[in-house]
């Protein structure tokens, strides 16, 4: 039992700060919190489950999925109370942070999830399980319950479509220095 | 730019391309200068992509595993809190209130209904000679479901796939089930992490989402409980169900309200119905003021100096922990999501609090302050002490 938790505390720590990654980009724009709480249960759910249960390194990609499903969940509430009044408290609880760190962070955050916005579900989870999580195709399509034909399309279209839509910001923000200075902090694209 | 190529690069950059491929993209890469380019640029999203910062909130890392843990090691060990709160999902049976049969009631039930149905078939085929048959046929294929329906309710259901296997499906259908969009062609298995029960009505299915919510909540930072109109449609029996359980749930701490000093008098001279859902507005509003005394406390602890003080305080905190569990709960059952959200964020402090050690270091103290100050928790006691009503006053 001691073991069963110990391994289980590993596994957490190992994958609860990508996971929430994951969450954040997945809900593009909700609060932090529904990101955190959707992580929770899901590892919640896992340690019901028993991660001793699982085949070797399938814990994660059943972890993920069970997060993803319970992200459209949360996108697809009507929940705008519930939102706006984290919003709120969030913005009070960042008083005390640096004000200047905390800016590049969530201008960083914004273009990240302003881009990823812009792309459908099931685009953006395949492309942030390949890119962030480093998941193969067959991984992937495991997590998300489809094909690996679909899911090389779905990267591919994710791909192309925020290529163009970088390169329509880079020239757009171009034109004006304040741009300039957002998007001094990331990789610029050569176009 | 070639597409065909893009889609191979796309392929390359992800190491999903067969040998071949790759190495006929890899010439053409060398010779086609915008397709360096388009590659280049995949790789640049990638690295954008990627610098998405990663959660690096240690603390709520912290808190969220003690949370997993603690709510797992309750439902294990029966522990009074998760027992007390724990809503059970009704089944159709209670929510249609109809009695427990046993398996032999079941079993004259069934040949009761066997034997209606024969008669049926009986009286028609006297009618209508012609027609006997055509009678028969559902009748002998109504006749075994009849007879097992009630007994296979009371059985475990099987599991969709591999019983062994944790079946990964089974949040899928947590998504469809709440208010969310279906995905096509997904399969829908009921579930969870619960073995999936049997849906044998459509018209609770709304009691059974609040439930699932609820059951999901068995978390102190749990999902954002679902609004709105389908569950204010769940059915009166369900709604008393809860006001019972809210009850037995305040009435099983009851020793801890008057360890910490809240007078239980009061409550008499409420009805019962409103007994159960006024009085935890009531205790919501004295556990918060009791809280923000606590908050203030730590906030101006100087460690080190005062570890005596530091204990008392990590006993203060232990006794409202379990109250703030109760009126957490109860505050998502009502709906109520400012109070909600309140406790919510109190719960993390006070169970850093709650496990300070003995003597506390002025790092795991200014590390409570630290947070109390960015969760600005003293404006939100505050916002909600003065919004509630008090009934104990």
């Not at chain 1, 390949?130 to 193969?136: D, L």
């Not at chain 1, 990267?155 to 020239?171: H, I």
């Not at chain 2, 009695?99 to 149905?117: C, D």
């Not at chain 2, 939100?380 to 104990?392: C, E, F």
């Amino acid at each position: 039992m001691a073991r069963d938790t110990e391994e289980f505390e590993s596994f957490f720590h190992e994958t609860y700060p990508s996971l929430c990654r994951f969450l954040e980009c997945m809900l593009a724009g909700g609060v932090r919190a529904s990101a955190q709480d959707i992580a929770q249960e899901s590892f919640l759910r896992l340690h019901k489950e028993g991660l001793g249960r699982f085949p070797e390194g399938e814990a994660r990609f059943w972890l993920y999925r069970v997060a993803r499903n319970m992200a459209l969940n949360e996108l697809s509430r009507a929940g705008v109370r519930q939102r706006l009044f984290g919003r709120v408290v969030e913005a009070l609880s960042r008083r005390g942070h640096d004000p200047e760190q905390e800016l590049e962070m969530n201008e960083r955050r914004e273009i990240v999830l302003e881009m990823l916005k812009s792309l459908p579900e099931h685009q953006r989870a395949a492309l942030l399980l390949r890119e962030q999580e480093e998941m193969s195709y067959r991984e992937i399509a495991g997590v998300l319950g489809v094909t690996e034909g679909k899911v090389k399309v779905d990267v591919f279209r994710a791909r192309t479509a925020l290529r163009e839509r970088w390169a329509r910001a880079q020239k757009t923000l171009a034109a004006g220095a304040a741009g300039e200075a957002s998007l001094s902090g990331l990789p610029k694209l050569v176009l | 730019m070639n597409c065909d190529w893009a889609e191979k690069i796309s392929l390359l950059i992800d190491g999903e391309l067969p040998a071949e491929e790759r190495r006929a993209t890899e010439s053409h890469l060398e010779a086609c200068a915008a397709c360096r380019r388009t590659k280049e640029d995949f790789l640049s999203l990638r690295s954008v992509v990627n610098s998405y910062p990663l959660a690096a909130d240690a603390a709520a890392e912290r808190r969220a595993l003690e949370n997993i843990l603690a709510v797992s090691d309750g439902a294990t060990r029966g522990d009074a809190a998760a027992a007390a709160t724990k809503t059970p999902r009704p089944s159709w049976r209670e929510l249609l209130r109809l009695p427990r049969l046993t398996p032999a009631a079941a079993t004259a039930l069934a040949v009761l209904l066997l034997s209606v149905a024969l008669g049926v078939v009986w009286s028609v085929s006297r009618r209508d000679a012609g027609q006997t048959l055509v009678a028969e046929g559902p009748a002998q294929d109504k006749a075994p479901q009849s007879s097992t329906g009630p007994t296979q309710s009371d059985a475990p259901p099987p599991k969709a796939s591999n019983p062994d296997a944790p079946n990964p499906d089974a949040p899928a259908s947590d998504a469809p089930a709440l208010d969310g969009p279906s995905e096509p062609g997904k399969k829908s298995a009921p579930g969870g992490v619960n073995a999936p029960r049997r849906k044998l009505f459509d018209v609770p299915r709304a009691v059974e989402r609040r439930d699932d919510v609820l059951a999901a909540r068995r978390t102190p930072r749990g999902a954002v409980p679902a609004g709105g109109a389908t569950l204010e449609s769940a059915s009166r029996a369900a709604e008393d169900r809860r006001r019972e359980s809210a009850a037995d749930a305040l009435a099983e701490f009851r020793p801890l309200f008057a360890a910490a000093g809240a007078p239980e008098g009061d409550e008499s001279v409420l009805p019962a119905g409103a007994r159960a859902a006024a009085a935890p507005q009531g205790d919501t509003a004295r556990h918060l003021e009791q809280a923000q005394i606590l908050m203030r406390t730590i906030r101006n602890a100087r460690p080190g100096s005062r570890t005596a003080a530091i204990a008392d305080e990590r006993r203060r905190s232990q006794q409202l922990l379990y109250r703030n569990i109760v009126l957490r709960r109860e505050a998502a059952r009502a709906g109520n999501a400012p109070v909600e959200h309140a406790l919510d964020s109190l719960e993390p402090l006070l169970i850093d609090i709650a496990n300070l050690p003995e003597s506390a270091s002025r790092e795991d103290v200014s590390v409570i302050q630290e947070r109390m100050r960015r969760k600005n928790i003293a404006a939100v006691l505050q916002a909600n002490i003065a919004a509630l009503p008090r009934t104990y006053q």
